[in-house]
């Protein structure tokens, strides 16, 4: 794939990528199709869902096919509760780990889910029958931008072009059963997740260990 060439607009001219739909869940596949490229060509798939209301995230990894040497199963979710959000870990046996609390200050210093405010307008195109744009970010890898594919009726993301995880080379990242609305229980703390500390509101909890030293111990 050649690097696409591409000159920004006037800014009373440019095309500002639309406003993402802020709760959306969906079943993801990513196809590496290079053949000359190690392990490929080879495909993950799985499920992912954000719900930026509430700063819930879920994303698993369910399949691996091709020639890959290791064969892994997870789940990675951001669970909002507790005066805070936690990073939570889940193995396909529910086995649970918790990896970091943070308090809803840090919270506002999360990205927003949206396409790039620089994102560069491509075109118009169809994807599975839907009227959707184009845009191409400027996330690099090498020679190759991230393409980003919103869907006009609803402003969801369903599809994108990403590097692979071994070569970098553009790989499409295709969506279906894409959703509107993410269940809660997706993202959900399972009860077999430790409690690694009893978590409390107060923020000089959550500072390293005599962080305030000699002045907290007077």
């Known amino acids: 794939m050649k690097k696409r060439k591409f000159f920004k607009k006037r800014t009373s001219q440019q095309q500002h990528p639309p406003h993402l739909n802020q709760t959306f869940s969906a079943n993801w596949i990513l196809n590496a199709p290079n053949p000359s490229a190690p392990y490929t060509p080879y ?3 799985g499920t992912l869902g954000f ?32 005066n805070g959000i936690e990073f939570l870990l889940v193995g396909p046996d529910g086995s649970c780990y918790s990896y ?35 845009w191409q970010t400027t996330w690099q890898w090498g020679i190759y931008y991230a393409e980003l594919f919103v869907r006009e ?13 071994f070569t970098a080379v553009p790989s499409p990242l295709i969506l279906s059963d894409i959703s509107g609305t993410v269940p809660p229980l997706s993202y959900s703390r399972p009860d077999t997740c ?18 305030c030293f000699p002045f907290c111990f007077i």
């Not at 009726?153 to 072009?161: G, P, T």
Request: charged share 15%; aromatic share 16%.
């Open 100 to 134: 970091l609390f943070l308090q809803w200050l840090w919270t506002y210093l999360i990205p927003v889910f949206e396409v790039p405010y620089d994102a560069n307008f491509v075109g118009n195109v169809t994807i599975n029958g839907d009227a959707s744009t184009a």
């Open 194 to 211: 430790a409690e690694l500390l009893n978590w409390s509101p107060n923020f000089a909890s959550h500072l390293p260990w005599a962080w």
């Open 43 to 45: 495909s993950l798939s």
């Open 51 to 82: 719900d930026f209301t509430v700063s819930g995230f879920y994303f698993t990894l369910d399949s691996m096919t091709g020639n890959i040497p290791i064969d892994l199963k997870i789940s990675f979710r951001i669970y909002p509760d507790r």
């Open 153 to 165: 009726k609803d402003h969801v993301l369903v599809q994108a072009l990403i590097p692979d995880p």
